[in-house]
């Protein structure tokens, strides 16, 4: 079992920065996947990014180069930079866990992948 708990949401306006945060506990270790995830209002739940190591990130095409993923394994913990924040970033940022597809890929396409999730944390972004 592994537990996420997510934090650093926020309002903020247009054009303003966030960081958030999850703490994973439990049994994390060996090759896992970290991602965020977002399920905006009336929308669907979304990927945003995800990493297996520095190298290996991925990212949705709305946030490239506004958004920064990283992780502190020895921390156990994920983060998100978000930059020039959009009023479309809004909604519930949910953090999820799960072992890597074929050992070497972290989807933010296949949410199945991800077997444990976060509550969330909530993010408002005004014009």
């Known amino acids: 079992q592994v537990q996420l708990v997510e934090s650093g949401g926020g309002s903020v306006q247009a054009g303003g920065s966030l960081r958030l945060s999850c703490a994973a506990s439990g049994s994390t270790s060996g090759r896992n996947c970290l991602a965020w995830f977002r399920q905006g209002p009336g929308k669907e739940r979304e990927g945003v990014a995800s990493?297996?190591?520095?190298?290996?990130?991925s990212y949705a095409d709305s946030v490239k180069g506004r958004f920064t993923i990283s992780r502190d394994d020895s921390k156990k913990s994920l983060y998100l930079q978000m930059t020039s924040l959009k009023p479309e970033d809004t909604g519930t940022y949910l953090c999820?866990?799960?072992?890597?597809?074929?050992?070497?890929?972290?989807?933010?396409?296949?949410?199945?992948?991800?077997?444990?999730w976060g509550q969330g944390t909530q993010v408002t972004v005004s014009s």
């Open positions: 990493i297996l190591t520095p190298d290996d990130t």
């Open positions: 999820a866990f799960g072992r890597p597809l074929f050992n070497a890929i972290c989807s933010i396409v296949a949410d199945e992948q991800y077997n444990f």
